[in-house]
Protein backbone atom coordinates (compact mmCIF):
# COMPACT_ATOMS: atom_id res chain seq x y z
CA UNK A 1 0.00 0.00 0.00
CA UNK A 2 1.60 3.36 -1.06
CA UNK A 3 1.94 6.13 1.14
CA UNK A 4 0.27 8.37 -1.10
CA UNK A 5 -3.03 6.48 -0.64
CA UNK A 6 -2.48 6.30 3.29
CA UNK A 7 -2.26 9.83 3.75
CA UNK A 8 -5.38 10.24 1.24
CA UNK A 9 -7.22 7.74 3.59
CA UNK A 10 -6.52 9.78 6.50
CA UNK A 11 -7.48 13.23 5.03
CA UNK A 12 -10.49 11.32 3.63
CA UNK A 13 -11.37 10.32 7.45
CA UNK A 14 -10.80 13.52 8.89
CA UNK A 15 -12.61 15.48 6.57
CA UNK A 16 -15.56 12.95 7.35
CA UNK A 17 -14.82 13.82 10.76
CA UNK A 18 -14.57 17.65 10.55
CA UNK A 19 -18.23 17.48 8.30
CA UNK A 20 -19.80 15.26 10.93
CA UNK A 21 -18.90 18.31 13.26
CA UNK A 22 -20.18 20.92 11.18
CA UNK A 23 -23.49 19.07 10.68
CA UNK A 24 -23.87 18.99 14.50
CA UNK A 25 -24.11 22.67 14.47
CA UNK A 26 -26.37 23.11 11.54
CA UNK A 27 -28.60 19.96 11.80
CA UNK A 28 -30.30 19.55 15.41
CA UNK A 29 -32.52 22.29 17.20
CA UNK A 30 -31.61 22.69 21.05
CA UNK A 31 -33.72 25.32 21.40
CA UNK A 32 -36.70 22.42 20.80
CA UNK A 33 -34.78 19.98 22.45
CA UNK A 34 -34.80 22.83 25.57
CA UNK A 35 -38.38 23.52 25.19
CA UNK A 36 -39.29 19.73 25.38
CA UNK A 37 -37.58 19.06 28.34
CA UNK A 38 -38.53 22.09 30.05
CA UNK A 39 -42.59 21.24 28.74
CA UNK A 40 -41.72 17.56 30.88
CA UNK A 41 -40.51 19.17 33.76
CA UNK A 42 -43.85 21.40 33.78
CA UNK A 43 -46.06 17.76 33.86
CA UNK A 44 -43.45 16.73 36.56
CA UNK A 45 -43.67 19.26 38.97
CA UNK A 46 -47.76 18.94 38.63
CA UNK A 47 -47.80 15.15 38.97
CA UNK A 48 -48.66 14.75 42.68
CA UNK A 49 -47.00 11.02 42.43
CA UNK A 50 -43.69 12.87 42.16
CA UNK A 51 -44.57 15.17 45.08
CA UNK A 52 -43.36 15.62 47.99
CA UNK A 53 -43.12 18.47 50.77
CA UNK A 54 -39.22 19.57 49.68
CA UNK A 55 -40.23 19.48 45.94
CA UNK A 56 -40.51 16.98 43.66
CA UNK A 57 -38.78 13.57 43.22
CA UNK A 58 -34.97 14.01 41.18
CA UNK A 59 -35.95 10.54 39.37
CA UNK A 60 -33.15 9.13 37.27
CA UNK A 61 -35.33 9.41 33.91
CA UNK A 62 -36.51 12.75 34.05
CA UNK A 63 -35.02 15.13 37.04
CA UNK A 64 -31.85 13.46 37.11
CA UNK A 65 -31.28 13.48 33.18
CA UNK A 66 -32.74 17.49 33.29
CA UNK A 67 -30.40 19.06 36.03
CA UNK A 68 -27.32 17.53 33.28
CA UNK A 69 -28.49 18.29 30.43
CA UNK A 70 -30.24 21.61 30.78
CA UNK A 71 -27.29 24.10 32.04
CA UNK A 72 -25.52 22.76 28.79
CA UNK A 73 -28.69 23.43 26.99
CA UNK A 74 -28.80 26.53 28.74
CA UNK A 75 -25.12 27.88 28.32
CA UNK A 76 -25.73 26.52 24.47
CA UNK A 77 -28.58 29.14 23.92
CA UNK A 78 -27.24 31.73 25.44
CA UNK A 79 -29.44 31.94 28.52
CA UNK A 80 -28.27 33.94 31.42
CA UNK A 81 -30.49 32.16 34.32
CA UNK A 82 -31.19 28.90 35.27
CA UNK A 83 -34.81 27.88 34.93
CA UNK A 84 -37.20 27.66 37.39
CA UNK A 85 -37.25 23.78 37.08
CA UNK A 86 -33.62 23.43 37.79
CA UNK A 87 -34.13 25.86 40.86
CA UNK A 88 -36.86 23.40 42.29
CA UNK A 89 -34.96 20.30 41.63
CA UNK A 90 -31.98 21.76 43.48
CA UNK A 91 -34.04 22.71 46.06
CA UNK A 92 -35.56 19.09 46.18
CA UNK A 93 -31.76 18.53 46.75
CA UNK A 94 -30.51 21.32 49.15
CA UNK A 95 -33.28 20.66 51.88
CA UNK A 96 -32.06 18.58 54.63
CA UNK A 97 -28.54 18.15 52.99
CA UNK A 98 -26.76 16.26 55.05
CA UNK A 99 -29.15 15.27 56.73
CA UNK A 100 -31.33 12.83 54.68
CA UNK A 101 -34.11 11.27 56.64
CA UNK A 102 -34.20 7.84 56.50
CA UNK A 103 -36.57 6.03 53.48
CA UNK A 104 -36.03 3.89 50.52
CA UNK A 105 -34.56 7.16 48.61
CA UNK A 106 -32.10 8.21 51.65
CA UNK A 107 -29.22 6.98 49.55
CA UNK A 108 -30.15 7.90 46.01
CA UNK A 109 -30.93 11.53 47.38
CA UNK A 110 -27.48 11.77 49.15
CA UNK A 111 -25.30 10.21 45.97
CA UNK A 112 -27.64 12.78 43.78
CA UNK A 113 -26.61 15.85 46.23
CA UNK A 114 -23.32 15.26 46.18
CA UNK A 115 -23.20 15.26 42.37
CA UNK A 116 -24.86 17.94 41.31
CA UNK A 117 -23.92 20.04 44.47
CA UNK A 118 -20.37 19.78 43.06
CA UNK A 119 -21.49 20.31 39.94
CA UNK A 120 -22.80 23.67 41.93
CA UNK A 121 -19.09 24.66 42.92
CA UNK A 122 -17.16 23.68 40.02
CA UNK A 123 -14.25 26.45 39.68
CA UNK A 124 -14.59 27.41 43.50
CA UNK A 125 -13.98 25.88 46.55
CA UNK A 126 -16.54 23.10 48.32
CA UNK A 127 -18.97 25.18 49.93
CA UNK A 128 -20.19 24.51 53.86
CA UNK A 129 -23.09 22.46 52.05
CA UNK A 130 -21.71 20.32 49.55
CA UNK A 131 -19.38 19.20 52.30
CA UNK A 132 -22.19 18.07 54.47
CA UNK A 133 -23.97 16.73 51.65
CA UNK A 134 -20.61 14.40 51.47
CA UNK A 135 -19.97 13.58 54.95
CA UNK A 136 -23.48 11.77 54.85
CA UNK A 137 -22.96 10.05 51.85
CA UNK A 138 -19.83 8.27 53.77
CA UNK A 139 -22.13 7.66 56.56
CA UNK A 140 -24.43 5.64 54.82
CA UNK A 141 -21.76 3.72 52.77
CA UNK A 142 -22.25 0.07 53.52
CA UNK A 143 -19.52 -1.36 54.99
CA UNK A 144 -20.07 -5.50 55.01
CA UNK A 145 -21.30 -7.59 52.22
CA UNK A 146 -21.22 -7.95 49.18
CA UNK A 147 -22.21 -4.04 48.10
CA UNK A 148 -19.23 -3.56 50.33
CA UNK A 149 -18.57 0.12 49.01
CA UNK A 150 -21.99 1.07 47.40
CA UNK A 151 -25.16 2.59 48.80
CA UNK A 152 -28.66 1.39 48.92
CA UNK A 153 -30.35 1.99 45.71
CA UNK A 154 -33.83 1.91 44.50
CA UNK A 155 -34.41 -1.68 43.42
CA UNK A 156 -38.07 -2.19 41.64
CA UNK A 157 -36.80 -4.32 38.41
CA UNK A 158 -37.37 -1.90 36.25
CA UNK A 159 -34.29 -1.63 33.23
CA UNK A 160 -32.25 0.28 33.22
CA UNK A 161 -31.69 2.32 36.76
CA UNK A 162 -33.60 0.09 38.46
CA UNK A 163 -33.08 -3.04 38.68
CA UNK A 164 -30.75 -5.33 40.39
CA UNK A 165 -27.41 -4.92 39.07
CA UNK A 166 -27.97 -0.85 39.65
CA UNK A 167 -26.40 -0.47 42.86
CA UNK A 168 -23.33 -0.47 40.94
CA UNK A 169 -24.98 2.53 38.62
CA UNK A 170 -25.29 4.57 41.99
CA UNK A 171 -21.98 3.62 42.95
CA UNK A 172 -20.45 5.19 39.82
CA UNK A 173 -22.29 8.20 40.16
CA UNK A 174 -21.17 9.23 43.91
CA UNK A 175 -17.90 8.36 42.20
CA UNK A 176 -18.31 10.88 39.49
CA UNK A 177 -19.53 13.54 42.66
CA UNK A 178 -15.95 12.64 43.98
CA UNK A 179 -14.29 13.35 41.15
CA UNK A 180 -16.19 16.41 40.25
CA UNK A 181 -15.66 17.76 43.95
CA UNK A 182 -11.87 17.27 42.36
CA UNK A 183 -8.50 15.97 43.10
CA UNK A 184 -7.69 17.96 46.30
CA UNK A 185 -10.81 16.48 47.40
CA UNK A 186 -10.67 12.96 46.19
CA UNK A 187 -7.55 12.27 47.67
CA UNK A 188 -7.56 13.68 50.69
CA UNK A 189 -6.52 11.80 53.67
CA UNK A 190 -9.76 12.04 55.73
CA UNK A 191 -11.72 10.06 53.17
CA UNK A 192 -9.24 7.68 52.08
CA UNK A 193 -11.13 4.43 53.40
CA UNK A 194 -14.37 5.24 51.93
CA UNK A 195 -12.57 6.10 48.35
CA UNK A 196 -11.02 2.79 48.79
CA UNK A 197 -14.02 0.65 49.88
CA UNK A 198 -15.97 2.64 46.83
CA UNK A 199 -12.91 2.00 43.98
CA UNK A 200 -12.82 -1.70 45.56
CA UNK A 201 -16.92 -2.04 45.05
CA UNK A 202 -16.22 -0.85 41.42
CA UNK A 203 -13.35 -2.68 39.95
CA UNK A 204 -14.79 -5.94 41.02
CA UNK A 205 -15.23 -8.26 38.14
CA UNK A 206 -19.08 -9.49 37.83
CA UNK A 207 -20.34 -11.54 34.76
CA UNK A 208 -23.77 -10.37 35.71
CA UNK A 209 -23.56 -6.72 35.79
CA UNK A 210 -24.66 -5.13 32.05
CA UNK A 211 -23.01 -3.00 29.94
CA UNK A 212 -24.46 -0.22 30.72
CA UNK A 213 -23.36 -0.02 34.72
CA UNK A 214 -19.97 -0.39 32.89
CA UNK A 215 -20.74 2.80 30.80
CA UNK A 216 -21.51 4.71 34.35
CA UNK A 217 -18.21 3.91 35.43
CA UNK A 218 -16.30 4.88 32.17
CA UNK A 219 -18.43 8.43 32.99
CA UNK A 220 -17.21 8.52 36.51
CA UNK A 221 -13.28 7.96 35.26
CA UNK A 222 -13.80 11.05 33.09
CA UNK A 223 -13.95 13.27 35.79
CA UNK A 224 -11.75 10.75 38.11
CA UNK A 225 -8.83 9.59 36.22
CA UNK A 226 -7.42 7.61 39.01
CA UNK A 227 -10.79 5.23 39.19
CA UNK A 228 -10.17 2.89 36.13
CA UNK A 229 -6.36 1.98 35.13
CA UNK A 230 -5.60 2.63 31.35
CA UNK A 231 -5.87 -0.63 29.94
CA UNK A 232 -9.43 -1.26 31.50
CA UNK A 233 -10.50 2.01 30.38
CA UNK A 234 -9.36 1.13 26.72
CA UNK A 235 -10.60 -2.11 26.96
CA UNK A 236 -14.13 -0.85 27.91
CA UNK A 237 -14.10 1.52 25.22
CA UNK A 238 -13.29 -1.21 22.36
CA UNK A 239 -16.11 -3.28 23.76
CA UNK A 240 -18.47 -0.65 23.58
CA UNK A 241 -17.15 0.17 19.64
CA UNK A 242 -17.57 -3.33 19.09
CA UNK A 243 -21.62 -3.55 20.29
CA UNK A 244 -22.19 -0.75 17.84
CA UNK A 245 -24.68 -1.18 15.04
CA UNK A 246 -23.84 -0.52 11.13
CA UNK A 247 -25.53 2.56 11.42
CA UNK A 248 -23.88 3.90 13.93
CA UNK A 249 -25.78 3.65 16.85
CA UNK A 250 -26.61 1.36 20.03
CA UNK A 251 -29.73 -1.28 20.50
CA UNK A 252 -30.94 -1.36 24.37
CA UNK A 253 -29.86 -5.29 24.05
CA UNK A 254 -26.22 -4.07 23.58
CA UNK A 255 -25.81 -2.48 27.08
CA UNK A 256 -27.04 -5.44 28.61
CA UNK A 257 -28.07 -8.34 29.76
CA UNK A 258 -31.13 -7.13 31.00
CA UNK A 259 -33.97 -9.52 32.93
CA UNK A 260 -37.01 -10.33 30.71
CA UNK A 261 -39.87 -8.01 30.46
CA UNK A 262 -42.87 -10.07 28.17
CA UNK A 263 -44.97 -7.09 28.17
CA UNK A 264 -42.21 -4.61 27.24
CA UNK A 265 -42.35 -2.53 24.22
CA UNK A 266 -40.28 -4.44 20.86
CA UNK A 267 -37.31 -1.83 19.85
CA UNK A 268 -35.71 -2.78 16.90
CA UNK A 269 -32.22 -1.74 15.52
CA UNK A 270 -30.53 0.97 17.31
CA UNK A 271 -32.78 2.94 20.27
CA UNK A 272 -31.84 6.95 21.50
CA UNK A 273 -31.54 6.24 24.96
CA UNK A 274 -28.38 4.01 24.60
CA UNK A 275 -27.02 5.79 21.64
CA UNK A 276 -27.22 8.96 23.64
CA UNK A 277 -25.57 7.83 26.52
CA UNK A 278 -22.68 5.58 25.05
CA UNK A 279 -21.78 8.43 22.84
CA UNK A 280 -21.67 10.99 25.47
CA UNK A 281 -19.49 8.89 27.53
CA UNK A 282 -17.42 8.05 25.13
CA UNK A 283 -17.01 12.12 24.29
CA UNK A 284 -16.50 12.68 27.99
CA UNK A 285 -13.66 9.65 27.99
CA UNK A 286 -11.48 11.64 25.46
CA UNK A 287 -12.74 9.85 22.41
CA UNK A 288 -12.79 12.51 19.92
CA UNK A 289 -15.88 14.11 17.77
CA UNK A 290 -13.81 13.59 14.56
CA UNK A 291 -13.53 9.67 15.22
CA UNK A 292 -15.10 8.41 12.16
CA UNK A 293 -17.19 5.41 14.91
CA UNK A 294 -18.11 8.57 16.61
CA UNK A 295 -19.26 10.25 13.86
CA UNK A 296 -21.08 7.63 12.71
CA UNK A 297 -23.08 7.81 16.14
CA UNK A 298 -23.73 11.83 16.11
CA UNK A 299 -25.21 11.68 12.62
CA UNK A 300 -27.72 8.88 13.81
CA UNK A 301 -28.41 10.75 16.67
CA UNK A 302 -28.83 14.58 14.93
CA UNK A 303 -30.66 12.09 12.39
CA UNK A 304 -33.44 11.02 14.83
CA UNK A 305 -34.40 14.24 16.60
CA UNK A 306 -38.12 14.82 16.59
CA UNK A 307 -37.85 18.23 14.70
CA UNK A 308 -41.53 19.17 15.37
CA UNK A 309 -41.06 18.29 19.25
CA UNK A 310 -37.42 18.61 20.16
CA UNK A 311 -37.40 15.06 21.54
CA UNK A 312 -35.49 11.59 20.97
CA UNK A 313 -38.23 8.94 20.41
CA UNK A 314 -37.56 6.22 23.08
CA UNK A 315 -39.88 3.48 25.07
CA UNK A 316 -39.96 1.69 28.14
CA UNK A 317 -37.70 -1.42 28.26
CA UNK A 318 -40.14 -2.38 30.92
CA UNK A 319 -43.94 -2.16 30.36
CA UNK A 320 -46.68 -0.93 27.90
CA UNK A 321 -47.80 2.48 29.27
CA UNK A 322 -50.99 3.98 28.08
CA UNK A 323 -49.84 6.89 25.33
CA UNK A 324 -49.86 10.29 26.56
CA UNK A 325 -49.13 8.86 29.95
CA UNK A 326 -46.77 10.28 32.23
CA UNK A 327 -44.81 7.18 32.66
CA UNK A 328 -44.88 7.05 28.64
CA UNK A 329 -42.06 9.76 28.58
CA UNK A 330 -39.52 8.62 31.04
CA UNK A 331 -37.06 6.71 28.29
CA UNK A 332 -37.78 9.80 25.99
CA UNK A 333 -36.37 12.40 28.97
CA UNK A 334 -33.78 10.54 29.19
CA UNK A 335 -32.31 9.95 25.52
CA UNK A 336 -33.63 13.78 24.60
CA UNK A 337 -31.15 14.71 28.20
CA UNK A 338 -28.09 12.79 26.92
CA UNK A 339 -28.48 13.18 22.98
CA UNK A 340 -28.22 17.01 23.76
CA UNK A 341 -25.36 16.28 25.92
CA UNK A 342 -24.02 14.21 23.02
CA UNK A 343 -24.32 16.95 20.96
CA UNK A 344 -23.06 19.59 22.89
CA UNK A 345 -19.71 18.35 24.06
CA UNK A 346 -19.13 16.77 20.12
CA UNK A 347 -19.40 21.11 18.93
CA UNK A 348 -17.36 22.34 21.72
Same mark, same amino acid.
Given at each position: ?????? #???????????? %???????????? =????????????????????? %?????? $?? #??????????? !????? *???????????? /???? *????? $????????????????????????????????? +?????????????????? +???????????????? %?? @?????????? &?? $????????????????????? +?????????????????????????? *??????? =??? @??????????????????? @??? !????????????? @???? !??????? $????? /???????? &????? +????????? =??? %???????????????????????????????????? /??
Amino acid at each position: MSRRFI #CFVAIAAAVFGL %SAISAIAAEWSP =ERAARYLDGRLEQWFAWKTAA %SPEGPC $VS #CHTGMTYLLAR !PALRR *RLGESQPTRYEQ /GLLA *RLRAN $VGEKPESYLQGVESIFATLFLSMQDAGRPMSAE +TRKAFDQLWTLQLREGPS +TGSWDWLIVNLDPWEH %SQ @STFFGAALAA &LA $VGTAGPSYANSPAISEPVARL +TAYLRAPSARRPLHERVALLWAASAW *RELLPVG =ERE @SLIAELFTRRQPDGGWTNG @SLG !PWSEHPDAPTVDG @SASY !PTAFVTY $VLLRA /GIPASDAR &LARAL +TWLIDHQDR =EAG %SWSAVSMNKRYPAGSMESFFMQDAATAFASLALIEA /GR
